[in-house]
T-cell receptor, first 116, second 111 residues
Framework: DQQVKQNSPSLSVQEGRISILNCDYT??????FLWYKKYPAEGPTFLIS?????DKNEDGRFTVFLNKSAKHLSLHIVPSQPGDSAVYFC???????????????FGRGTQLTVWP | NAGVTQTPKFQVLKTGQSMTLQCAQD?????MYWYRQDPGMGLRLIYY???????DKGEVPNGYNVSRLNKREFSLRLESAAPSQTSVYFC??????????FGPGTRLLVL
């Protein structure tokens, strides 16, 4: 049973507009969330993270929002650029939870395409 | 500072053959992980090692074994490869924070 879900396999956005990628989770023990970006034939690269004590974290064009009551997080990219075209994975972790310490649970990814 | 390195980059095996995928990190991280990525399935954890000398099963461990050789190296072994193990394999490492850093991947084709 998947504990982290990305229900949109793909998203297409025009250059300069906002991209919003969504992620839902089911495990209330999760308290740390990450977004990874993956280009073809490369490994995933860390993009941005957020702890459950916050509801927003911003890094340049990238902002992650966390809604704990809804068990939902989203990644906003503003403005979107063609170089942002990649697969984005949402991941979650339960910090310091015994044998699962450090284990990340990943969603299935969303393919973002930014067109000129 | 190379980060996480993986060898080989690409491998073709016949069913029943064995091989070991190598992973090394130079970030002095305690934790290391092996994932596989299949189309539409995201990243699934095969095995992980929270510290040198310990290993634990992940979500899809069947058909694999691992060795945490030392703090830097974590290898994944397929004793008898099957076509279902055709996949892209990623190694990752993490320090005291939860952020994992990934290698470039090994593409494995089992015929």
């Amino acid at each position: 049973d998947q504990q982290v879900k990305q229900n949109s396999p793909s998203l297409s956005v025009q250059e300069g507009r906002i991209s919003i990628l969504n992620c839902d989770y089911t495990n209330s023990m999760f308290d740390y969330f990450l977004w990874y970006k993956k280009y073809p034939a490369e490994g995933p690269t860390f993009l941005i993270s957020i702890s459950s004590i916050k509801d927003k974290n911003e890094d340049g064009r990238f902002t992650v929002f966390l809604n704990k009551s809804a068990k939902h997080l989203s990644l906003h990219i503003v403005p979107s650029q063609p170089g942002d075209s990649a697969v984005y994975f949402c991941a979650a972790s339960a910090l310091g939870r015994g044998s699962t310490l450090g284990r990340l649970y990943f969603g299935r990814g969303t393919q973002l395409t930014v067109w000129p | 500072n190379a980060g996480v390195t993986q060898t080989p980059k690409f491998q073709v095996l016949k069913t029943g053959q064995s091989m070991t995928l190598q992973c090394a990190q130079d970030m002095n991280h305690n934790s290391m992980y092996w994932y596989r990525q299949d189309p539409g399935m995201g990243l699934r954890l095969i095995y992980y090692s929270a510290s040198e000398g310990t290993t634990d099963k992940g979500e899809v461990p069947n058909g694999y074994n691992v060795s945490r050789l030392n703090k830097r190296e974590f290898s994944l072994r397929l004793e008898s490869a099957a076509p279902s193990q055709t996949s892209v394999y990623f190694c990752a490492s993490a320090g005291s924070q939860e952020t994992q850093y990934f290698g470039p991947g090994t593409r494995l084709l089992v015929l």
